[in-house]
């Protein structure tokens, strides 16, 4: 099973470097650092001053190496959907992809000083939250799962970097039966994704 | 779990629908999406939606809406959302007269559209939940549980179906088991009242005081113990039925209280001062003679005039013994479901054996035995040995008990009730079980007689 990374120009290595070693140790795979992404065109919108999740997702899709078994777009850009004010990620649920912005799990962003150590935990859950999302998983009732939607920073603080009870069993049991089907020899993501 | 809930996003523009169907997924609805108004009455013809997200303007077909209205002639309790980028207040006052539940302005925080999805779907919960049971409760009272092919008991269904919608009160009389509260409860979902509230009170269950405030209810300090206000029965019914049991056992005082409430309609709290106004219907039964009561001084005649304005008498069972099949069958198809048990039918000489029974207890003491036979039993039909708890008393037309000199009846159904507490050792459950009474009646003959607890 291979999970890649793919930043989005203005990730530091350093929150990558954390991204990879927790997605290899959690889902005991392979994982791959994919080239960075320029901004894609026309995905800032002037007027909300932020970038469309949708068009970064557009431009990404096409970058998955044939074999990974799924995605994870990583930016600092502030993203929302157009519904949507801002949202933290996208995923497409059992879909190959997913979309995380980083810009709003900075203390910075809302005028505190910087925290480093808060900064990577609440990363790290989000990371688990999104890619969660891509193996099948939908949102929890249990406001400590990482798999709880989070509408605010202070959500993402109150989950626990890891799976409830159920949630972790939901996954495994996926992950299980996707590893069967890579070493059937269909390995490709299951979703057709949006 | 959410995948029980359908949204369909409908909007023109394919990155605001599909954006927004795969936020919502996250959540785990199963979520379609359309381009179009048209597309999504289409859509609505072949599934029902629990909740419609529809884009104000759609040009250039019908716009969200003309839209809502079309969906709302398919499915009238269908949520719907009206969403739009550029707001004004006409078009927002326009929506909501329209009948959609919510109107956002996009971009909306998603606390907002979160919030609203997760409390649309915790009153679509309730709203199901509330259908199921007032079905259940429908089957359960309504005329096909009381179960019947007796003239006697079709003119009752007649009559039921007539006062159904009056305010009158009724007088149920019938000796205990003959279904009373059955008929009451008929009484109250055949009319006008069926979405309000019955409440049931066996007068014979309580004393005198006791009784008075769960009637009437008291205000806080109004005797040692009401440590706050309480609401009584006759509010609690509001504009519903509240169902009098065991009238016949009221106490001479709580007689000249309950006549006063059906004459002026209206009543006070115990120690309050303020007057409230008695809306409910009043249903009462009792398994006494009331008029033999009247005359002998027992039960007030003003009253008895006042609670017997419709009557109806209940035939005992053996006045409708033709019913006996169809009630062991319906009983059979109802307790064998809940017992959890494969019972189907009752053997032709089963049949015979309980219709050649007397059952004093009438329907519910038929009720119980063929409870008793399903949990015992073993195959798919009840047949003779199953009932033979029934020989251990036998009443039916083989030996018969004879009564010892110069005992009167009253002495008899004491006597009776005294040997069976004794055998259960007080219990009354198992006691009026044996008997074939209901509980408050059991505590009406133990307060009749002074038997000593």
Same mark, same amino acid.
Request: hydrophobic share 45%; proline share 4%.
């Given at each position: 099973?291979?999970?890649?990374?793919?930043?989005?120009? #203005?990730?530091?290595?350093?929150?990558?470097?954390?991204?990879?070693?927790?997605?290899?140790?959690?889902?005991?795979?392979?994982?791959?650092?994919?080239?960075?992404?320029?901004?894609?065109?026309?995905?800032?919108?002037?007027?909300?001053?932020?970038?469309?999740?949708?068009?970064?997702?557009?431009?990404?899709?096409?970058?998955?190496?044939?074999?990974?078994?799924?995605?994870?777009?990583?930016?600092?850009?502030?993203?929302?959907?157009?519904?949507?004010?801002?949202?933290?990620?996208?995923?497409?649920?059992?879909?190959?992809?997913?979309?995380?912005?980083?810009?709003?799990?900075?203390?910075?962003?809302? #005028?505190?000083?910087?925290?480093?150590?808060?900064?990577?935990?609440?990363?790290?859950?989000?990371?688990?939250?999104?890619?969660?999302?891509?193996?099948?998983?939908?949102?929890?009732?249990?406001?400590?799962?990482?798999?709880?939607?989070?509408?605010?920073?202070?959500?993402?603080?109150?989950?626990?970097?890891?799976?409830?009870?159920?949630?972790?069993?939901?996954?495994?049991?996926?992950?299980?039966?996707?590893?069967?089907?890579?070493?059937? #020899?269909?390995?490709?993501?299951?979703?057709? #994704?949006? | 779990?959410?995948?029980?809930?359908?949204?369909?996003?409908?909007?023109?523009?394919?990155?605001?629908?599909?954006?927004?169907?795969?936020?919502?997924?996250?959540?785990?609805?199963?979520?379609?999406?359309?381009?179009?108004?048209?597309?999504?009455?289409?859509?609505?013809?072949?599934?029902?939606?629990?909740? /419609?997200?529809?884009?104000?303007?759609?040009?250039?077909?019908?716009?969200?809406?003309?839209?809502?209205?079309?969906?709302?002639?398919?499915?009238?309790?269908?949520?719907?959302?009206?969403?739009?980028?550029? +707001?004004?207040?006409?078009?927002?006052?326009?929506?909501?007269?329209?009948?959609?539940?919510?109107?956002?302005?996009?971009?909306?925080?998603?606390?907002?559209?979160?919030?609203?999805?997760?409390?649309?779907?915790?009153?679509?919960?309730?709203?199901?939940?509330?259908?199921?049971?007032?079905?259940?409760?429908?089957?359960? /009272?309504?005329?096909?549980?009381?179960?019947?092919?007796?003239?006697?008991?079709?003119?009752?269904?007649?009559?039921?179906?007539?006062?159904?919608?009056?305010?009158?009160?009724?007088?149920?009389?019938?000796?205990?088991?003959?279904?009373?509260?059955?008929?009451? %409860?008929?009484?109250?979902?055949?009319?006008?009242?069926?979405?309000?509230?019955?409440?049931?009170?066996?007068?014979?269950?309580?004393?005198?005081?006791?009784?008075?405030?769960?009637?009437?209810?008291?205000?806080?300090?109004?005797?040692?113990? +009401?440590? +706050?206000?309480?609401?009584?029965?006759?509010?609690?019914?509001?504009?519903?039925?509240?169902?009098?049991?065991?009238?016949?056992?009221?106490?001479?005082?709580?007689?000249?209280?309950?006549?006063?409430?059906?004459?002026?309609?209206?009543?006070?709290?115990?120690?309050?001062?303020?007057?409230?106004?008695?809306?409910?219907?009043?249903?009462?039964?009792?398994?006494?003679?009331?008029?033999?009561?009247?005359?002998?001084? !027992?039960?007030?005649?003003?009253?008895? /005039?006042?609670?017997?304005?419709?009557?109806?008498?209940?035939?005992?069972?053996?006045?409708?013994?033709?019913?006996?099949?169809?009630?062991?069958?319906?009983?059979?198809?109802?307790?064998?479901?809940?017992?959890?048990?494969?019972? %189907?039918?009752?053997?032709?000489?089963?049949?015979?054996?309980?219709?050649?029974?007397?059952?004093?207890?009438?329907? %519910?003491?038929?009720?119980?035995?063929?409870?008793?036979?399903?949990?015992?039993?073993?195959?798919?039909?009840?047949?003779?040995?199953?009932?033979?708890?029934?020989?251990?008393?036998?009443?039916?037309?083989?030996?018969?008990?004879?009564?010892?000199?110069?005992?009167?009846?009253?002495?008899?159904?004491?006597?009776?009730?005294?040997?069976?507490?004794?055998?259960?050792?007080?219990?009354?459950?198992?006691?009026?079980?044996?008997?074939?009474? !209901?509980?408050?009646?059991?505590?009406?003959?133990?307060?009749?007689?002074?038997?000593?607890?």
């Amino acid at each position: 099973m291979l999970i890649c990374l793919l930043p989005v120009a #203005g990730v530091a290595d350093a929150d990558l470097d954390a991204m990879e070693r927790f997605v290899g140790l959690y889902f005991a795979c392979e994982t791959r650092r994919l080239p960075t992404l320029e901004t894609p065109d026309g995905s800032h919108d002037a007027k909300r001053d932020q970038y469309d999740a949708t068009a970064i997702m557009r431009a990404a899709l096409p970058l998955c190496p044939p074999g990974a078994t799924r995605l994870l777009v990583v930016t600092e850009h502030d993203i929302f959907i157009p519904m949507l004010t801002f949202i933290f990620g996208q995923a497409q649920v059992n879909g190959p992809a997913a979309v995380l912005s980083l810009a709003r799990l900075h203390q910075g962003f809302h #005028g505190l000083p910087e925290q480093r150590e808060l900064f990577v935990e609440r990363v790290l859950k989000e990371v688990l939250h999104e890619l969660g999302h891509t193996f099948g998983l939908v949102h929890c009732a249990d406001r400590q799962c990482a798999m709880s939607l989070s509408i605010n920073v202070t959500n993402i603080d109150v989950k626990r970097g890891e799976l409830c009870a159920a949630c972790a069993a939901n996954l495994a049991e996926r992950l299980r039966v996707l590893r069967r089907e890579t070493a059937a #020899g269909d390995g490709s993501p299951t979703g057709s #994704g949006s | 779990m959410n995948s029980t809930w359908k949204i369909l996003v409908v909007d023109d523009e394919v990155a605001m629908r599909e954006s927004l169907a795969a936020w919502l997924r996250e959540d785990g609805y199963v979520v379609d999406v359309a381009a179009s108004g048209r597309e999504a009455v289409e859509m609505a013809r072949g599934c029902q939606y629990d909740i /419609y997200f529809l884009d104000l303007k759609m040009p250039p077909g019908i716009g969200g809406i003309e839209t809502m209205i079309e969906i709302r002639k398919l499915q009238a309790d269908a949520a719907v959302v009206i969403i739009t980028a550029y +707001a004004t207040v006409d078009t927002a006052i326009n929506a909501l007269k329209e009948g959609a539940q919510e109107y956002m302005v996009k971009p909306c925080n998603p606390e907002e559209i979160s919030l609203f999805v997760k409390r649309t779907i915790e009153v679509k919960n309730l709203q199901r939940e509330n259908l199921y049971l007032r079905q259940r409760l429908t089957r359960h /009272y309504s005329f096909q549980d009381i179960v019947s092919k007796n003239p006697a008991m079709h003119a009752i269904f007649d009559l039921i179906k007539e006062v159904a919608s009056q305010r009158s009160t009724v007088l149920i009389q019938g000796a205990s088991g003959t279904g009373k509260e059955l008929v009451a %409860r008929a009484l109250h979902e055949a009319g006008g009242r069926a979405a309000r509230p019955f409440v049931g009170v066996s007068c014979a269950a309580l004393a005198e005081t006791l009784l008075e405030s769960e009637l009437f209810g008291h205000e806080k300090g109004s005797f040692t113990g +009401a440590n +706050a206000r309480k609401r009584g029965k006759f509010e609690a019914a509001g504009g519903g039925s509240i169902f009098l049991d065991e009238i016949g056992d009221i106490s001479p005082k709580l007689q000249m209280d309950l006549l006063r409430v059906l004459q002026e309609r209206k009543f006070f709290r115990l120690g309050g001062n303020e007057e409230i106004a008695m809306e409910a219907r009043v249903i009462a039964a009792t398994n006494r003679n009331l008029q033999e009561a009247v005359e002998k001084g !027992d039960f007030r005649e003003d009253l008895f /005039y006042r609670l017997n304005v419709i009557n109806i008498r209940l035939p005992s069972l053996c006045e409708r013994r033709e019913d006996i099949p169809l009630l062991v069958n319906h009983f059979i198809e109802r307790l064998a479901l809940e017992a959890g048990k494969p019972v %189907r039918e009752v053997s032709k000489a089963a049949l015979k054996l309980l219709l050649d029974h007397d059952w004093p207890g009438n329907v %519910r003491e038929l009720e119980n035995a063929v409870e008793r036979a399903i949990v015992t039993a073993r195959g798919e039909v009840l047949d003779v040995p199953d009932f033979d708890f029934l020989a251990q008393a036998p009443r039916g037309n083989g030996s018969r008990w004879s009564v010892p000199d110069g005992m009167s009846l009253a002495e008899i159904e004491k006597h009776a009730v005294e040997s069976v507490l004794d055998r259960t050792d007080g219990n009354i459950k198992q006691a009026a079980e044996i008997l074939g009474v !209901d509980r408050s009646t059991l505590y009406a003959m133990i307060r009749r007689h002074n038997i000593p607890r």
